[in-house]
């Protein structure tokens, strides 16, 4: 089972920051959290992952709240090729990703 | 983009037959898995190697077999396909166990009639 929570779906208006919500409230302190999209089946693209810091890098940023409970992936100026599925993922013991039904992303103009 | 290819792309067959799916990546990556995805669901593992000959059995392995004979394939087997067995294949690799990113492929749409 997934160990991350998110919204089935979520829309956003172009040029403008699509910020994607994430529980993961069973995380331990040394796992990551994950970010990927897949755009409209595609194989999924990693974004971005992070461990307490808050990070960013040429796509998007990644804050996750002290607690570590949970964290929100920006897309700061979203535009039409941002529409995709966002995965929010973390390893289970042995290490595999797994991953839950993530968030539809839809962007519109 | 990482070099993954997967063949075929596309496959209709029947009950009962048998499938093999095939991986290729130029990578040299040592991690290669085969991934399941259903409608409005995420990925499952079925199976990964970690190197030649080197496999072990994910989330949805039953029905499935893998076989890696060179580090740049993969091949998925399904050695009496069901329709249950109908879904999209992806393959993925990483340079390791811990790595922050797994590459994927583009793919094969599996229909089983």
Known sequence: ?109 | DAGITQSPRHKVTETGTPVTLRCHQTENHRYMYWYRQDPGHGLRLIHYSYGVKDTDKGEVSDGYSVSRSKTEDFLLTLESATSSQTSVYFCAISADRMSTEQYFGPGTRLTVT
């Open chain 1, 1 to 109: 089972d997934a160990k991350t929570t998110q919204p089935p779906s979520m829309d956003c208006a172009e040029g403008r920051a699509a910020n994607l919500p994430c529980n993961h409230s069973t995380i331990s302190g040394n796992e990551y959290v994950y970010w990927y999209r897949q755009i409209h089946s595609q194989g999924p693209q990693y974004i971005i992952h992070g461990l307490k810091n808050n990070e960013t890098n040429e796509m998007a940023s990644l804050i996750i709240t002290e607690d570590r409970k949970s964290s929100t992936l920006i897309l700061p100026h979203a535009t039409l090729r941002d529409t995709a599925v966002y995965y929010c993922i973390v390893r289970d013991s042995n290490y595999q990703l797994i991953w839950g039904a993530g968030t539809k992303l839809i962007i519109k103009p």
